[in-house]
Structures are given as structure tokens and as C-alpha cells.
DNA sequence: CGCCAATTATGAATCAGATTCAAAAAACGT
DNA sequence: ACGTTTTTTGAATCTGATTCATAATTGGCG
């Protein structure tokens, strides 16, 4: 039958990933800009055009690539969503989550909003863009599960919106806030600092809005931070609370 | 004196002005992507050389067509930050010009996205940066000015918080909530139809959770409506109610 | 006005790098 | 082993940004 079919598909999986590795790591080693698809391809061994074929474009192995990325960003998010804590915190987790991987992979996070450029996206092919929109399905996904249990439990009041609404103002304030923080000089000139710790303040503030159960005084920074430190504690213990972006170095010594 | 270097710098200036307005008329014509440095300078009459007199990159230019469209967006935020209404209305005045306007230019949002992507930010030269930089103070300003009336109202309380602070959840979010509009299908996918209303029900949990008087019930969009279509009415009577994407087209006939 | 030095404009030439495609090689089935 | 189909190759092409030697213009001056 076919298995010989099937070996090959097998094999241009696999040299897709090779691709896709050595790309990313010259991405990392060199950034975006020096991106060349003929030294890719030589680095990998093979010749420009059989990267070709994998690829329609070099935006195209772009979204590729922000799409993979997403499998290690999804690890972070289900370890906050399946985290046994109340819904609430479960969802200021998440957001952590989401500030621990931009500060572990920032090339990632400048390789996400490029790709998510009208420029670059219409670039792409038209299945690589499907792809990376099912990719994110999981993520959203795993929140939703948390918004789900919030709701049912009586955390919160959906007030006519769906799980995906519900969250979606979480969702926007963070991308926002990641994209302020990534074009350099733009927060300082409006002397902004310490983003990330004023995006959990407002996250705070939004959830409180919402009516999510706890709520949080926002001017406690002490329980702001007690709860920042038990969530790194209990979810993300292999993240150093030192180079932690949020929880602030005050007092403790 | 120097009269002769006086003409000479007002000529330089008049003739920079001229390639941002026929750059962004192509650019308005035919797409960021299709912008090419060649065209641009026969089209204005000028070689390629002169051109690069004035831009030491195409990114360059990128970032100065940017930077100067803050000026008809600017005059928005002004309008709503002027008004005379409560300040938490007046914030929301505020999010209602950055929406009008992006409903209006959405190809200025496309170029402000992809020119504050990493890549492309860091090919403009260091004086265009800044130039950029320095051009967004104004709006900052305006929003500024309503959040300093709203604590000194006794509106709001800052805790704590400084001007800047206080509306940066309001800026992540609205910003945030643009990116995701503009990457095409990424909302479909995720079943979050009418952004911006949402980003409006968002806004107004943020300010409840903010404390800012006078709170908004979150499941009245009757009300929330009615605010809105005041809004409209007072700061952009200019804007067709019709074609604006947040008042919604419910009832009335 | 005519001349020289300095400044500015020009656009053909160069360069960078993505993409294509005719030819060569490898794989397949018989 | 052989003809056919599929895959790979990389030199050639193409696109378009950028440079820079040359030409033109300008301002100043006798």
C-alpha cells in the first residue's frame, strides 16, 4: 500500500523541522534581519530550492516558525490553567505565564508581531496562515477552560458574554502591552516603568472590574506581591524569582 | 546673515513634505508593500539620490510618515480630551477617537504596527526614532490632562499611580485590541466577533475596577449605547454614526 | 557679468538577497 | 536493467534598495 508514500511524507516532515530548527537558531544567533534563505539552506545542507519547496516565501517559513513556538508557550499557559488554585488567580497565572515566556524567548516575541503584520501575514501563504490560527486554538483554549470553572463556580458574572469575551480584555492588554514594551524607547519617553508590573495592576484592576471573585485591593502592593511570589512558587518554580519582570526586588533581606 | 541657509532649510523641509505626501498617497493607493523608493522619487520628479538625501533608509521614511500622521490623530484626542463632560466619559471619548480613527485610516495602522515592530524600528535612523518618540507626546498629554482633572475631580483615586500609569491599561488595551484586529482572521478563529464594542464593555470593567466615577454597569448595553451615541453626537458629530463600528445597530427604526 | 569653489542633484551602476526553473540526479516500479 | 516519474540542484534571473562618480546648480566675489 502506501508506504511508501508514507516515508516520504514522513521524511519531508522531518526535513521541515530541521529547517525550521536551524532557522530558529540563527534567528536567535543573529536576529530577524539576518535571516537569508540561501544561507539557510546551505547550513542545512540542502540546496536553495528544495528549501523551496517547503516554503513559499520567506514570510512564509516566518508564521511557520511564530507557529511552533507556540507548542512551548502552550506548556506554560495549561500549567497555569491546571494549576489548583481559585479561578482568579488561576488567571493573573496565565498572564504570568505569559510574561515569563516573553522575557525567556524575546526573540520569539519579535518574531509573533512582525509575522503578525498585515505586511508579513498576506506574505504567507494561505495555509500557513490557517495553520498558525489553529495553532492558537489551544491556548485560547486552556483559558477558556479557567474562565469556564470561574463562571460555573460563581467566581464571576458572565453578563451575557462568552468564555472567549470574557477574556478577551486580558488578552489585548497583554499583547498591548508586550508590543509598547518591544518598540524600544516608547514607554521611557513617556516614562513609563516597570511595565509588566503595571500591566498585573491593571489586570487587577480589569478582573476587579469584572467582578472576579477574590478581589484585590489595588493599592497593596505587599498581597499584590505575596500573591505574585506564591504563584511563581507553586506554578513556575524553574523560573528564577530574581529575573522575575514583576514581582518587585523591594524590602526582604 | 543667514538668510540664504534660512531658504535653503524651508526649501529642504517643503521638499520632505512632499515625498511624505506622495509616499502616503501611493502608500493609500497601493499598499505598504508595493511602496518603492524609485517610484516614489520620479513620481515627485526627483531622482533616487535626493531622495536618500532626506531618508537614510526606506524604514526611514517609514517611521517619518508615521510619526507625522500623529497630527490628524492628535486633533481627535484633543476634541475628546476638550469636551466638556464628566472625565471617566471623557476617557471613553478618548478610546472612541483612537477607534474612529483607526475605522478611518486603517492603512495608518497598518504602518504604525509594522513600523514598531523590532525590525523594522531599528532600520530607521536614531533621529527618526526619536522624532517619533517625541511626536506622541502630545497625545499622551491630552490623555494626560483628563486623568490629572479626574483624581483632582476626586473621580478617580490614583493610589499611588502617576498620570502616566493611570491610563496605561487603557492604552495596552486599546492597542492590543488594534493588533488584533489587523491580524486577519485571528479573531474569526477565535469566535470574538464586534472587537471593538468589546473593547468598550473591556474598558468599562477597567475603569469600575479603577474606581473612576461615575461607574458604568456592565450589563446595560442600552445604556453603555446611549452613552456612546452621546459621544458621538457632541465630540465627532463629523462621524457617520452609522459606519462607526462600536455603537451598535440595534433597535430604531 | 564671468569665474571659481562649494554645495546639491542625478541616475546608471552596484549590491543584496529572494525566487525561479531548466537540467541533472535519484527513486520508483516493472 | 530500463524507462518513467519525482525530487534536487544551484546558476541564472529578478526585484528593488542603496551608492557614488559625475554633472549641474548655487552662492560669493572681483
Known amino acids: 500500500m502506501g508506504s511508501v508514500q508514507d516515508r516520504k511524507k514522513r521524511q519531508l516532515a522531518e526535513r521541515e523541522q530541521i529547517f525550521l530548527d ?6 536567535q544567533r543573529e536576529g530577524l534581519l539576518n535571516l537569508q534563505m540561501a544561507r539557510l539552506a546551505s547550513e542545512c545542507e540542502y540546496s536553495v530550492g528544495t528549501l523551496y ?3 513559499s516565501a520567506k514570510e512564509d517559513l516566518l508564521v511557520a516558525l511564530a ?3 507556540v507548542g512551548s508557550r502552550l506548556e506554560l499557559y495549561r500549567r497555569a490553567a491546571d494549576w489548583q488554585g481559585p479561578t482568579r488567580h488561576r488567571m493573573l497565572a496565565i498572564l504570568l505565564a505569559d510574561i515569563l515566556f516573553a522575557q525567556k524567548e524575546p526573540e520569539y516575541f519579535r518574531l509573533a508581531q512582525y509575522v503578525s503584520t498585515h505586511t508579513v501575514w498576506m506574505s504567507a501563504s494561505e495555509e500557513r496562515r490557517e495553520a498558525a ?3 492558537s486554538v489551544p491556548i485560547a483554549d486552556a483559558v477558556a477552560s479557567v474562565v469556564r ?3 460555573s463556580r460563581g467566581d464571576v458574572d458572565p453578563r451575557g458574554m462568552s468564555e472567549r469575551e470574557l477574556c478577551s480584555g486580558l488578552w489585548s492588554m497583554s499583547e498591548g502591552m508586550h508590543m509598547l514594551v518591544s518598540a524600544a524607547g516608547l514607554l521611557e519617553a513617556h516614562s513609563v516603568p516597570r511595565p509588566y508590573q503595571l500591566l498585573v495592576t491593571n489586570t487587577h ?5 469584572l467582578g472576579w471573585q477574590p478581589l484585590q485591593p489595588l493599592d497593596d502592593p505587599e498581597q499584590q506581591n505575596a500573591l505574585l511570589e506564591q504563584i511563581m512558587t507553586e506554578v513556575f518554580p524553574d523560573f528564577s524569582m530574581a529575573t522575575c519582570p514583576v514581582v518587585s526586588p523591594t524590602d526582604s533581606e
Not at 536551524?22 to 534567528?27: F, G, K, L, V
Not at 484592576?205 to 472590574?209: F, H, P, S, V
Open 53 to 55: 519547496q517547503h516554503f
Open 149 to 151: 470553572e470561574g463562571v
Open 67 to 69: 507557529t511552533r513556538s
Open 133 to 135: 490560527l489553529l495553532a
Open 205 to 209: 484592576a480589569l478582573l476587579n472590574g
Open 22 to 27: 536551524r532557522a530558529w537558531s540563527m534567528i
